[in-house]
């Protein structure tokens, strides 16, 4: 079966990207980690308690400590496309290079680890919900023929071992200013001004502390054009 053009155009933009590092490890930079979203496996290999230490791990990444690293490609298959995190990159730089001897195409190591991760302004989870989480299709996957339907958005903003935070400075340098309504596959709840992306979260909020679902006929008509400057000319609340 020949390449489609979606997967032509991801193996040009894998090969730019991919740099060769010491001892011709390939390397990708933690911004390109970051905007890929769920369209690579990130894969962490550090110990267990590190993923829950200081530095944490990568909200959605997947364990498979360095032992048992050779399952990867029995599981995932040697086309897909995987990204290996350490603490500095060393340790996966050298898993990268042995998963690359065992035939995977796509396969390299996060330049700097964890530690170029959160020096970019990423956010970490500390949450122990990764070490539920095995190789196996994400919450959120990339095949445009899978709907995004809302509980699949609840799903995925409802984990908060899922859930990226950036701060604004690097949600500019990776240009991830998109939507949630799948136009885009690396969408992002929110907005530049961050008013869609705060308006979700403290509704989810509201229904966590209530154990209340808020009907969408009482939030739509406040989404309307023209609602906060018709309120503004009228001097009342619409609570």
């Known amino acids: 079966m020949s390449p489609s053009r979606n997967e032509r155009l991801f193996e040009l933009k894998w090969k730019d990207r991919a ?3 010491g001892s011709g490890v390939p390397e990708l930079a933690p911004e390109w980690v970051a905007e890929q979203c ?3 496996w990130v894969i962490d290999v550090r110990e267990r308690d590190e993923l829950v230490g200081p530095l944490g791990h990568i ?4 364990w498979v400590p360095l032992e048992r690293v050779a399952e990867v490609p029995a599981k995932l298959g040697r086309e897909v496309p995987v990204v290996l995190v350490s603490r500095s990159g060393r340790k996966a730089g050298r898993a990268a290079l042995y998963l690359q001897a065992l035939g995977m195409k796509y396969v390299a190591a996060m330049a700097g680890g964890m530690l170029a991760w959160k020096a970019a302004g990423f956010s970490t989870s ?3 919900r990764i070490f539920e989480r095995g190789l196996e299709p994400h919450p959120l996957g990339e095949d445009p023929a899978i709907p995004l339907t809302p509980q699949r958005i609840e799903q995925h903003v409802g ?5 990226r935070w950036v701060r604004l400075a690097a949600l500019l340098v ?3 200013r998109s939507c949630v309504d799948g ?3 690396q969408g992002v709840v929110g907005t530049p001004g961050g008013d869609a992306g705060e308006m979700v979260l403290a509704l989810s909020a509201i229904e966590a502390v209530t154990g209340q679902r808020i009907a969408d006929a009482a939030i739509l008509p406040r989404l309307r054009p023209g609602r906060s400057a018709a309120g503004a000319r009228g001097g009342g609340s619409h609570g």
């Open 38 to 40: 769920r369209s690579v």
């Open 59 to 62: 909200p959605g990444s997947t």
């Open 19 to 21: 740099r060769e590092g």
């Open 174 to 176: 990776s240009g991830k």
């Open 183 to 185: 136009r885009d596959p």
């Open 159 to 163: 984990d908060p071992s899922q859930v």
């Open 126 to 128: 500390r949450h122990e």
